[in-house]
T-cell receptor, first 114, second 112 residues
Framework: AQSVAQPEDQVNVAEGNPLTVKCTYS??????LFWYVQYPNRGLQFLLK??????LVKGSYGFEAEFNKSQTSFHLKKPSALVSDSALYFC????????????FGTGTRLKVLA | DAMVIQNPRYQVTQFGKPVTLSCSQTLNHNVMYWYQQKSSQAPKLLFH???????NEADTPDNFQSRRPNTSFCFLDIRSPGLGDAAMYLCATSRDKRDEQYFGPGTRLTVT
């Protein structure tokens, strides 16, 4: 069965420090992986995706993610966190075998401290 | 420029009183989705349209219906809202089923 795990409910980081939000997945075929961010009382905003190609994917707002096939992980990273990055982050996976549905992780709340 | 628009942003309805939420898109995407999201949980897919083809999730209650009269618009009808239907309802679109989804700002539904 397909699944996505975001092991941390909350991540705290000081402004200016690097941040990592973790995601691991399990799919039957090749994974399509996505990260979304949600600000309070807003919809989800697409940040980046991995379909194929380079393992390091660059996305919006300075975020990037590294696909690691052996560890089945797709961690979201940013070199220098901003207070405005504080939000709820969702990882999602879809397999390439025909299923179109996203499997969402449970979300990680990122809090960047000034 | 807003690409996925949801109206209203906030909706209050009474227990059992039908309510309709609307979504429109300027992206000309083929696929439109409706999600229910409660208390910062992951969004739960209710149904989606691929063009005019309607696809209902197996666990979506019969109380929830949807209409897509044209490419740009999609509606969510809740025939008899219960207290448990209070949630944020998110509309999303994608060019194709395999592409990233673009979400609207959501409609927060309160049931009194």
């Amino acid at each position: 069965a397909q699944s996505v795990a975001q092991p941390e409910d909350q991540v705290n980081v000081a402004e200016g420090n690097p941040l990592t939000v973790k995601c691991t997945y399990s799919v039957s075929g090749n994974p399509y992986l996505f990260w979304y961010v949600q600000y309070p009382n807003r919809g989800l905003q697409f940040l980046l995706k991995y379909i194929t190609g380079d393992n390091l994917v660059k996305g919006s707002y300075g975020f990037e993610a590294e696909f690691n096939k052996s560890q089945t992980s797709f961690h979201l990273k940013k070199p220098s966190a901003l207070v405005s990055d504080s939000a709820l982050y969702f990882c999602a996976v879809r397999d390439s075998s025909g299923t179109y549905k996203y499997i969402f992780g449970t979300g990680t709340r990122l809090k960047v401290l000034a | 420029d807003a690409m996925v628009i949801q109206n209203p942003r906030y909706q209050v309805t009474q227990f059992g009183k039908p309510v309709t939420l609307s979504c429109s898109q300027t992206l000309n995407h083929n696929v439109m989705y409706w999600y229910q999201q409660k208390s910062s949980q992951a969004p739960k897919l209710l149904f989606h349209y691929y063009d005019k083809d309607f696809n209902n999730e197996a666990d979506t209650p019969d109380n929830f219906q949807s209409r897509r009269p044209n490419t740009s618009f999609c509606f969510l009808d809740i025939r008899s809202p219960g207290l448990g239907d209070a949630a944020m309802y998110l509309c999303a679109t994608s060019r194709d089923k395999r592409d990233e989804q673009y979400f609207g700002p959501g409609t927060r539904l309160t049931v009194t």
